[in-house]
């Protein structure tokens, strides 16, 4: 009860409440300007959350990541351009509402939807996160090098686009994860004699160049007039109506949609690999699919965008779960938070409940403040959505370059991290360009040196017999999970067979 | 046609994998060494390499060149220009200060696309200014110092 108190305590004070709202007034800005993720708000925030305490850094990035996912929302209504990819599944609806001048109606639905799919997320993880850690205690380094395997063949199978593609972005990944000396034998591997590469590459300059930097080069490799055209025809319709006098009547007509698209989208979260834009895709096909209305969706219906809507969010929360419990990434924003979380000394884990129990349970209540700070700033933001539409990206990408070159800096002091931040942005670049996801590289970057740790440590411990890694109870489950993972594509396929268009096309998967 | 670039170009870099990985040096008596991950992840590439490889040819022979995957683009001027301003910031930042080279960086880039001196000169100079004091002296991040003090 009282390690609770501490918890709630560590997020009501001064200092963090200010940080959770000036990151919320940032994640909106990101959020909201089209081409600009959550992961990018998210990397480019790392840098600065350094000088923090723990629990404000990681409210900071829940909060950032919170509401840019539902910014992604405004352009997507106003301008028919989703802001982040998790609002792409529903842009044709909500640009539908927005060229009929209910813009503000549709955003107030989403933002609701968004905090109820959030606070939602949150729930299940708060439930089920403590008691899966108490039974991951019993985890052995096989099941953990299960785990890690499971994490990665998801992020292959999982993501949509070519599995080929995918894997081959994921041993990128796990390249970039063997750089450094190796933790068994101490051997330098890659390191080319440079001193910094030596501890490895540490993966925050890696993310600012798969996310930020990539997006600069991505804006100048565009054609100066077409760009300029992007920039120029982004002007609102105008607009009527309150931002939330019709959200009682939508919540009560469709309040089993939002409970089957919170639901749903904090079970796909907790997915290792799957993030919000996979879980915004799932839940709007799902939604068509039950419809009894299928032929108004991409009209101006709002079924698919309450569905989808709270989907996102919560999924924001769920893929926390596997992040938290055994350190195995959920999506993009959380392989980023992991690298935080080690470096304020919270190691991710089961043991996390035990060790920092304080932390743990002030990082659930910066959830539910996050998810709750959503109406306020997102009303403030639908309300002054002309902002957004008249920031041209051409002003914005010189400066998010600087922040770009200052925030890799800023992790060791150290040039050698510019220059990772600049090859990895050239990397995502040319590999981006053909059509490569880039989540499976994040993903093998992070779960790299868990893989190779666990496997080694087990060979050591079975003395070389591979038939170790199915001989306990939990690590044959696992591998038949991997085996079931193995097999998704399949899966995958009858699933379109069923839903068609239930998952995105390759190039908005690459977030 | 892309698609057959980067299939070569994975299995070149599997094999540059695997020839720097037989260097690693073995542990006496364990039997798995520091090799052992960069030479999987080596036949990784290679494989993914050669299915990749594999999968284009095949478009290829099936819908000819103009319809199988596009070809791989020529890096334009404009592209190669943000990276080329990061690579000026790493080796002059230390001789003309971090906030010369950002407002500098800025400078070329907005007027690259195409946004009027003026303007850009008054952003540039707001925000070199702005990013090198929240992460200079808020964050106390040792930005490097040029002749002009900042």
Known sequence: MNELLDGILLVFNLQTLLVIVIAALFGVFVGAIPGLSATMAVALLVPITFAMDPVAAIAAIITTAAMAIFAGDIPGTYLNIPGTPASAAYVSDSAALGRMGRAREALGLNVTCSVIGGLTGTLVLVMIAPSLAEFALNFSSFEYFWL??????SAVFISTGSAIKGFLSLMVGLLLASVGLDLVTGAPRFTFDVPDLMGGINFIPVMIGFFAMYEVMKLYSQHKDQAKDNDSAQDIAPQHGDVFSLVPTHLKRYWKNVIRGSSLGAFIGALPGAGADIAAWICYAVSK?????PEKFGTGHVEGLVDAGSANNAAVAGAWVPALVFGIPGDSITAIVIGVLYMKGMNPGPTIFMDNSAMAYGLFTAFFVANLILIPIGYLAIRSAHVFAVTPTRVLMPIILCFCIVGAFAINNSLTDVWIMLICGVVAYLIASADFPIAPAILGLVLGNILETNFMTSMIKADGNLLAFVERPISIGLALLVLLIALFPLLAKLW???????????????? | MKDLVFGVIFIALGVAVWLLAREFPAVPGMQYGADLFPSLIAIGMTLGGLLLSISAIRQLRTYGPERSTPRLPLPSFAV??????????IYLSEVL???????????VLLIQRGVRVLPAIAISTVAAAVISLSFGHLL????PVGPLGF
Do not use: F, H, N
């Open chain 1, 148 to 153: 890690a395997v499971l994490g990665l063949g």
């Open chain 1, 289 to 293: 699919k039950r419809s009894k209305t």
């Open chain 1, 496 to 511: 379109r067979t069923r839903y068609p268009g239930a998952l995105p096309p390759t190039k908005e998967a690459i977030e």
């Open chain 2, 80 to 89: 190669i220009l943000p990276c080329v301003l990061v690579v000026a910031y």
């Open chain 2, 97 to 107: 200060g971090a906030a010369p080279m950002m407002l500098l960086i800025m400078l």
């Open chain 2, 140 to 143: 106390k991040v040792p930005l």
